[in-house]
């Protein structure tokens, strides 16, 4: 067989095979293949068919190339690639839209946009402090004026109301602007800014510009152009650290946005544009430039038709107040800001979380001229005295004051230290000193309030005689022995609870709590108002000598109850709070009778007569009728005074701290002085603060309706002896008779160095007499260890010692704390009677 490949035909059909190449002969027509039939029908093509098609003559030629672009023309794109192009673009765009449209969602506002800080008022609504970084306050539109937001349209984007979202022909001027060297120039709308300043941030990127375009398109669909102005107007940054419209109406002209006048209001819009360089107060050189953008806002009111012609003609440029460093809360508004948060979270009215993110416009009842003299007599009376380089102890020396109005219990004074950013412990509401002596008028309150007799059964008035021996232990008490010592360890004898209470005797008032039941003497406290989870407020005969430690503010509420004629209602220091314009409800003042009204005004008769004669007599220089108590904690680490008017009470305190470790200490030698008590320093300083406050106020009386045998002097029973009858040598109502007794005169009681506040009897007990002396004395009970009666009775009267109750005096320590020097008072004198002040 032959290695050539056959090829078979079918019926019509040659068959052919193939051949090497160069077979064709060379007679051959053009156009033919050997095998191929004649006509040039190929081989194994249908018969009739011919080349080109079924007529044989070429039918349908192939389509002619176009010929080919040549030259210049070649750079150049034809229509069609022109129109595909633009074709191909617009829908890149359409879908580029769309993309973006529906994958940039509206984020959730930034921090810093809602931030705000809390504005703190006077009760007359001046300014008095703000918290927080940020220096925002949010308010609604409708409190901002009209002519404010027009300023504000005109100099920013007057087709607001009308326009869409983006302006993209004003963006595209703005670059062309910047391009061209005609000044940077926003081309963002209001809604864009908004946007950026609301939701993004200020960073200069594509990616920023990109999401603010899309969410201000959206935004423009689904919220209202007046909630867009808002909200535009509320974050907006108009230098001086103000954000928003109201920071700015406060930083540039030291008022609320809606008492800004037109020029006003035109003047912050002008800061928009920038605010450091139109800031004419701190860049007067630039004043021209701010002018022009002013006049340029207010022109457009008119051209808008916001503004009559008539109008514009006569508005001046309104220069801004002078700049003022960022206050903070430096001086006293720290320490108030923080006395409202403890005030608005210990009462529930807001939560401390809640209150940390800002927003709330909070009025407090606090009066600024008020304020103002609080702070000037603190200065004058004590901090002036601080030197200290010459004394070590000055360095310790802090002082702390509260007032309040004793019909509203609204407080209307605070002084809380020497500045906040120095010493931020605030000493009005700090509770970790003791009170001292200013507690035991407590104690008579309670007495009074309860009907309570001595453990001799005599009722407890004011002309009420007790022992005031110093270190007598107290009688009718279970807990184990109790012997306080009295104040520089004077002893008093026989005394009244007047007498007693001038001079602070320690060991009256303990054997008083005792009679009355230092339960019900712990009652009373808490419901003139003194805190019942206060420190060391424990039911035992020392509560009457001041161990607890309740604030200065506390312990003004107590005493204001006492002003008020035993009516109790809680210290408010928040008039009003609003956020957002809505008002934020505040708990119910409730005003209730916490003592009988005999029990309050009593106790201020036997406070009256400390201030008229006793250990606060300083407290005169007030110019009013005034009631008072004098105090000091243990160890003299603080030294207080409480007291009142008709109309108002304050309460000081001078407290001994050192900086470094924050430990209490005496204030011995502080301030030039040997000893500092409640009748020096806080004294005067309640004198001076209370003239001032009341200046141009008529002088009111206090109205008194004292308990029944309150004026009446206690007669003692002449067989018992001890105390002396009125006209015989005996005591009287506070005070003492000429001679002491029938018998001749006294030649040891005569009180020879004492002061009003802080002396003591250097003459010591009394001597002379026919009878021999009086140390102590028989009681009716048994012996004493201080002495026995030397004699028998005089023509005057018996002599057997005193009023105490029985028992043997043996030893005790005053753990309570001590109370007042008794003011220079002779405590035994004349056999047959005593002198008691």
Excluded: C
């Excluded at 935004?219 to 001086?240: A, H, M, W």
């Excluded at 409730?590 to 036997?606: H, L, P």
């Excluded at 160890?635 to 701290?657: C, E, H, I, S």
């Amino acid at each position: 067989m032959s290695d050539e490949p056959q090829q078979q035909g079918s019926a019509g059909h040659q068959g052919w095979a193939p051949r090497e190449p160069g077979d064709t002969p060379a007679d051959a027509p053009k156009g033919t293949q050997e095998g191929a039939p004649e006509g040039g029908a190929p081989a194994g093509s249908p018969a009739g068919a011919t080349p080109g098609g079924a007529d044989g003559k070429g039918g349908k030629g192939k389509k002619p190339k176009r010929p080919k672009r040549k030259g210049w023309r070649r750079i150049f794109p034809t229509w069609r690639m022109v129109l595909g192009g633009f074709i191909l673009v617009i829908l890149l765009g359409v879908g580029a839209f769309m993309t973006g449209y529906f994958l940039v969602d509206i984020p959730p506002a930034n921090a810093a946009a809602t931030k705000q800080s809390n504005v703190y008022l006077y009760a007359d609504g001046t300014e008095l402090a703000r918290d927080g970084k940020v220096n925002r306050e949010k308010v609604p539109l409708k409190q901002i004026p009209l002519h404010v937001q027009r300023a504000v349209l005109a100099a920013e984007d007057r087709d607001f109301y009308s326009e869409s979202a983006v302006d993209p022909k004003a963006m595209i001027r703005a670059a062309w602007n910047t391009v061209t060297g005609k000044g940077k120039q926003s081309g963002s709308t209001i809604t864009q800014q908004y946007v950026k300043n609301y939701y993004l941030g200020q960073e200069q990127t594509v990616t920023r510009k990109v999401k603010e375009f899309f969410i201000s398109i959206k935004l423009d669909r689904e919220v209202s152009k007046d909630d867009i102005l808002e909200g535009y107007l509320n974050t907006s940054y108009f230098g001086r650290n103000a954000y928003g419209i109201q920071a700015a109406a406060q930083a540039y002209y030291g008022k609320d946005v809606q008492k800004l006048s037109v020029a006003q209001g035109a003047y912050l819009a002008t800061l928009l544009n920038s605010p450091n360089a139109y800031d004419v107060a701190t860049h007067p050189e630039n004043k021209p430039r701010a002018a022009g953008r002013w006049n340029y806002v207010l022109d457009g009111m008119v051209k808008e038709g916001w503004l009559a012609k008539s109008d514009r003609k006569g508005i001046e440029f309104p220069v801004p107040d002078e700049a003022k460093g960022t206050s903070g809360l430096s001086g006293q508004r720290g320490y108030i800001v923080k006395a409202v948060e403890e005030y608005l979270t210990a009462n529930k009215i807001i939560d401390e979380e809640t209150l940390a993110k800002g927003g709330y416009r909070i009025t407090t009842t606090l009066q600024k001229d008020h304020q103002e003299s609080f702070k000037k007599a603190v200065e004058d009376q004590v901090m002036s005295k601080v030197d200290k380089k010459a004394r070590k102890a000055d360095r310790n020396v802090r002082a702390g004051g509260a007032s309040i109005d004793p019909a509203t219990g609204k407080v209307v004074a605070m002084y809380g230290g020497i500045d906040y950013t120095k010493q931020y412990v605030n000493n009005a509401t700090r509770r970790d000193y003791q009170v001292g002596s200013t507690f035991k008028p407590f104690v008579f309150t309670s007495a009074v309030e309860n009907g309570s007799v001595t453990q001799d059964g005599r009722t407890i008035t004011p002309n009420t005689i007790y022992d005031g021996t110093n270190k007598r232990p107290v009688q009718g008490w279970s807990g184990g022995t109790y012997a306080p010592e009295n104040e520089d360890q004077v002893s008093y004898g026989n005394v009244t609870v007047r007498a007693a209470t001038d001079k602070s005797v320690n060991a009256v008032y303990a054997q008083m709590a005792v009679d009355v039941g230092s339960d019900k003497v712990k009652d009373t406290a808490i419901e003139l108002g003194v805190p019942d989870t206060t420190p060391d407020l424990t039911a035992t005969p020392s509560i009457a000598l001041g161990p607890a430690t309740a604030s200065v503010l506390d312990m003004t509420e107590a005493y204001a109850t006492l002003a008020n004629h035993g009516k109790h209602g809680t210290y408010t220091i928040v008039e009003k709070i609003t956020k957002n314009g809505d008002e934020v409800e505040l708990p119910e003042q409730k005003t209730r009778q916490a003592v009988t009204r005999e029990a309050a005004d009593t106790t201020t008769s036997i406070l009256q007569s400390v201030v008229e004669g006793g250990t606060g007599t300083a407290a005169q220089g007030a110019g009013r009728p005034a009631a008072g108590k004098t105090g000091t904690a243990e160890n003299d680490t603080a030294a207080w005074f409480a007291g009142y008017t008709p109309n108002l009470a304050t309460v000081v305190a001078v407290m001994g701290q050192d900086p470094d470790t924050g430990a209490h200490t005496p204030l011995y030698g502080a301030l030039g002085e040997q000893r500092i008590n409640g009748g020096a320093y806080p004294a005067r300083v309640w004198a001076q603060f209370t003239k001032a406050a009341l200046k141009g106020k008529p002088v009111k009386d206090f109205d008194l309706e004292l308990e029944q045998g309150a004026d009446v002097p206690e007669v003692p029973d002449p067989t018992t002896g001890g105390v002396g009858t009125p006209g015989t040598g005996g005591t009287t109502d506070g005070g003492t008779t000429d001679g002491g007794t029938t018998g001749g005169p006294t030649t040891g009681g005569q009180n020879t160095g004492g002061t009003a506040d802080g002396g003591q009897d250097n003459g010591g007990q009394t001597g002379g007499q026919t009878g021999g002396q009086n140390d102590g004395g028989a009681t009716n009970g048994g012996p004493t260890d201080g002495g026995t009666t030397d004699g028998g009775a005089t023509d005057g009267g018996p002599t057997d010692g005193g009023a105490a109750q029985g028992g043997p005096t043996g030893g005790g320590t005053d753990t309570g704390g001590n109370g007042d020097p008794g003011g220079g008072a002779t405590d035994g004198g004349a056999l047959g009677g005593l002198t008691d002040g």
